[in-house]
């Protein structure tokens, strides 16, 4: 593997530099690019001469467009048959990369299929019927409509392994080489992570043929346009702390994260019967609710959306202002993505992360700090205890604060 450590050049990089097409230029230019990020510029050079390439950068630097742009560049655009195929972890990030191929195809004839679980097989059958040059998927709707002969990959020319490191953290690598093993051997092989633990590179050295390597994550993982603040708090004050929280800090736009489905549930409960614009998303919702929910978050019309790390990587919401982790994440890289979700590449303003931490929770804060080479800042609200002072003491001012947060 050839590990092209990304320099920081003193002029600034433009796509004109490239070596990208007029007809590609002039589609980047409408989709609204003004200049390549550090992964774009890097990356996509690389990748247009067809070779294999691993790009590593932190959440929210543009790794979609890094490779959609060569995707789009070397295909058949007049082929009947799928020319690339995209693996995501999520069904939200595969509607964010068709979304992101549609858009910069404006000078091309392209069809893109989205083929995720949830959504009517039969539509997704059709969109591959239809021609679709792209198939974008999750692993396993993509393993299931391969072994019903539905999904030819016969014909692929790329074939792109998107947030690597999620898809292996969340069980997907007996799915990921099942399909790699049944695709064109000449293929070119592009991956995309945030991070390269050792699985990732194990699965990079077994199916990707001389891989050369872009790293622009930089020893800083976490953006300086993210502050970064824990809370400490008992566990049964946290619903009180997080009232009280939003109530004093007034956030445009806010993604709330917790470790499970129910207490995701639980939050949404609270809130939603006192505020408008609160909505909850995760894994057990139906997928025509979580189409619902994002397409509402994006267009700003949710203030606060509560989620699990189902949206956790890889969702390109520009707007969101704060994250707050009302469950400290059990791995380190979650945490990474997680407030990766604010002080976004386009975005020009600057975000703001919030963790509550027990007193039992102490080691894995630490490990989160070591993790992105940052102290996190304590943070205290005001007129409000964290810490129950007796044993009959209740928690104070719920009702009140997000009354005060809704105004």
């Known amino acids: 593997m050839c590990l092209l450590k990304h320099r920081e050049s003193s002029a600034e990089p433009r ?41 590593q950068a932190r959440t929210g630097t543009g790794k979609t467009a890094a490779f959609v742009i060569p995707i789009l560049e070397q295909i058949d655009h007049e082929a009947h048959a799928p020319q690339a195929l995209v693996l995501t972890p999520t069904r939200e990030l595969c509607q964010q990369v068709a979304d992101q191929a549609t858009k910069l195809s404006v000078n091309h004839v392209c069809r893109v299929a989205c083929i995720v679980g949830g959504k009517s097989i039969k539509q997704q059958v059709d969109a591959l019927k239809r021609g679709a040059q792209i198939v974008v998927g999750t692993p396993g709707r993509i393993i299931d409509l391969m072994g019903r002969n539905m999904l030819d990959v016969s014909q692929l020319e790329i074939v792109v392994l998107d947030e690597a490191d999620r898809m292996l953290d969340i069980g997907f690598r007996p799915d990921i080489e099942k399909i790699l093993r049944r695709c064109p051997e000449d293929r070119q092989t592009l991956l995309l992570s945030a991070t390269l633990p050792p699985p990732v590179e ?28 824990c809370c400490t708090v008992d566990e049964d004050r946290k619903l009180g702390l997080l009232v009280k929280l939003l109530a004093e800090i007034r956030p445009s736009q806010v993604l ?43 267009a700003g019309q949710l203030r606060m959306l509560i989620a699990t790390d189902v949206v956790g990587r890889g969702i390109d919401v520009s707007s969101v202002t704060h994250i707050i982790n009302y469950d400290i994440p059990e791995s380190c890289d979650d945490y990474v993505h997680r407030i990766g979700r604010t002080g976004r590449l386009s975005s020009d303003q600057e975000g703001v992360a919030f963790t509550f931490v027990t007193k039992q929770q102490g080691e894995e804060l630490t490990r989160v700090e070591n993790r992105v080479n940052t102290l996190l800042e304590p943070y205290a609200v005001k007129d409000y205890e964290a810490f129950r002072a007796g044993p009959t003491r209740k928690a104070v001012g719920e009702n009140d604060g997000v009354k005060r947060y809704g105004h």
Request: charged content about 25%; aromatic content about 8%; overall charge positive.
């Open 15 to 55: 796509f004109e530099d490239l070596g990208l097409s007029r007809e590609m230029l002039s589609a980047i230019r409408k989709a609204g690019f003004e200049k390549p990020s550090a992964i774009q510029a890097a990356f996509l050079p690389i990748a247009i001469e067809g070779v294999d390439c691993i790009g």
């Open 202 to 229: 194990k699965l990079a050295n077994r199916y990707m043929q001389n891989p050369q390597k872009v790293d622009v994550s930089a020893n800083d993982i976490t953006p300086a346009t993210i502050k970064q603040y």
């Open 256 to 298: 709330v994260f917790t470790r499970t489905k129910r207490t995701a549930d639980r939050l949404h409960a609270v809130f939603s019967k006192r505020l408008p614009h609160v909505a909850c998303l995760h894994s057990d919702l139906q997928q025509s609710v979580r189409d619902r929910v994002m397409k509402q978050f994006r």
